[in-house]
């Protein structure tokens, strides 16, 4: 059985050298080269490959806003591409998803590749722990978001954070409200609230998170809880446990 592979790289020499090593082995195939993040999503979208080398440097889309694009539970099996081995220790040790750093060994080819094999045979696409668990680690050290990555209709699009006036939950999505358009997201509310800046973003509930810059107003409710009156004229209702909190920031 033949397995495919995409090469995503934004240096044509790395592309090259990963597709001269990879030409030594019969059974993989590549389907597919591209030099950007962007390329990356739609080629991924379109060739459903076995496995991606991913760059993690690279313009418009990282490495990493590439799988967020993606969605980390559907991905493919990763292998990614750095010229920054201090990145690369940091994150095996939260994570066994593999690196090859640049300029790259061909007997640590050959491993990667082998690993990739045995996580093709093990897993068949179900969701990567590991990966899952390297996603977070990347997110914790990024620190706050400035942006969110948005796929919809085949396209990806950028909402600036300061953009956004409340989230709520959608499944295994979550919807951004901004500038009254919406947009999903996959990601889960308790990842997305630790990336959003404290003083400007308040969880009013298990499943809505508002930017206190758009609340217009605060109704009484029931048992102290209240009704968020948003500038865009929503009406979401706080949880008890999120009052107090959101009165303060309020105040």
């Not at 950007?36 to 990282?62: C, H, K, N, S």
């Not at 400035?146 to 295994?172: C, H, L, P």
Request: charged share 30%; glycine share 6%.
């Amino acid at each position: 059985m033949t397995l495919r592979a995409v090469i995503v790289d934004d240096e044509p020499l790395a592309r090259e050298r990963i597709r001269t090593l990879l030409g030594g082995y019969p059974e993989w195939a590549v389907a597919a080269e591209c030099g950007d993040g962007l390329g990356a999503v739609a080629a991924i979208d379109r060739e459903q490959p076995d496995l991606v080398f991913l760059d993690i440097q690279m313009p418009e889309l990282d490495g990493f806003e590439v799988l967020e694009a993606l969605g980390v539970e559907t991905a493919p099996a990763i292998i990614f591409v750095t010229a920054f081995d201090e990145f690369a220790l940091r994150a095996f040790e939260v994570s066994a998803v593999d690196y090859l750093l640049k300029p790259i060994d061909s007997a640590r080819f050959e491993l990667a590749l082998s690993r990739a094999r045995e996580r093709l045979a093990r897993q068949s696409r179900v969701p990567d722990l590991q990966l899952e668990q390297l996603m977070e680690f990347w997110q914790a050290r990024q620190g706050l978001a400035t942006r969110f990555v948005v796929r919809e209709g085949g396209k990806i699009s950028f909402v600036r954070v300061q953009d956004v006036d409340w989230i709520d939950a959608a499944g295994n999505y979550v919807r951004l409200h901004a500038a009254g358009r919406q947009h999903l997201v996959r990601d889960t509310m308790k990842a997305v609230e630790a990336r959003l800046d404290p003083a400007i973003f308040v969880r009013v509930h298990r499943s809505a998170i508002v930017n206190i810059d758009r609340v217009t107003a605060l109704e009484p409710y029931f048992h102290g809880e209240y009704v968020v009156i948003m500038r865009d004229g929503s009406r979401l209702t706080s949880s008890r446990s999120h009052s107090e909190r959101l009165r303060a920031l309020l105040k």
